[in-house]
């Protein structure tokens, strides 16, 4: 049996700090450490924009030292700039809508994190996130199931768990609400517990995703033509990372009614635009499948999927394909994208997920 030992990650909110009160409130021996993921400088932020920055640092080591835990910053600058910033440009150059929320859950928490766990010969990884993880003995797998704060369940974003990371990893805050957290912070003197939740990607201000691809890569993504669906040029664009399937705002364009983007072309530097039920879709292929109630994907079943963090869940039926999976939803879904996590559910369990490749419309053709 292993030793109840910890590295809890802290990022100065309140979420962490709960956590960590929570491990050493059942006697587990406990290191806080903040992962350094970017030095805000270097992405043309501020020092006290949220996450990353001295006073989340500070906020965090205050925590620590009430508790009476030892605590250190991790430098993980060098794996951050390629696992999750470069591959997130890469995907938006590539016409894809990334989430480096799950890359950085992926190649960062519970990967480099845990091996940094293994070096200091600590049992496990502890996170603020809002989900559970359950050890079924029938299977003898490791299950993850959805936070019981409905408004704050996070399985969404770590359906890319392996075995051995959810092993060896524990979620003090899945049978809780987020009320109830920020009351045991406040409780306890917390210096964060009233702090406000980031609500956007860590590192691009003011979510301008686009501004900060040519701050950092130096490059300037060309202007193009605007395409009706039928191929009448309507109007020019201004880069087509600058778009995403289903957006309306921000078009700049005067047709008389509004219109969406249903497709980029990168190759040719273009943007369609169309109607509203150019949008909607029933079928996916997926693939980078991680399957976490089983090994693989035997045979068809029935599923509830979500294509997007905030979407409510959807019936459908999955597939076995090639490589990765087919998903048929009940009910046309809108603006499914390409680079986006699909991830399916039974119940409150994640079986798994992976990555939206192709999106096939009414007809049957590829509409992305």
Known sequence: MQDKSALIAMSGGVDSSVA????????????GTTMRLYRNEDVGLSQFHTCCSQRDIDDAAEVAFQLDISYAVTNFTAEFREQVIGKFIRSYEAGETPNPCIDCNRYMKFDRLLRAAEEKNLSYVVTGHYARIEYDAISGRFLLKKGVDAAKDQSYVLYAMTQKQLAHTLFPLGGL?????REIAAEHGFINAHKHDSQDICFVPDSDYAKFMEQYTRKTYPAGDFLYTDGTVVGRHRGTVRYTPGQRKGLGLSMGRPVYVCQKDMAKNTVTVGDESTLFARELLAGDMNWIAFSKLDAQRRVKAKA???QPEQDATVYPAENGIRLRFDEPQRALTPGQAV????GAFVLGGGTITEVFNENGGGTL
């Open 308 to 310: 997007r963090y905030r």
């Open 177 to 181: 609400t987020k009320p109830c957290v």
């Open 20 to 31: 960590a009160y929570l491990m050493v409130s059942q006697g587990f021996r406990c290191e």
């Open 343 to 346: 991830v399916l559910y039974d």
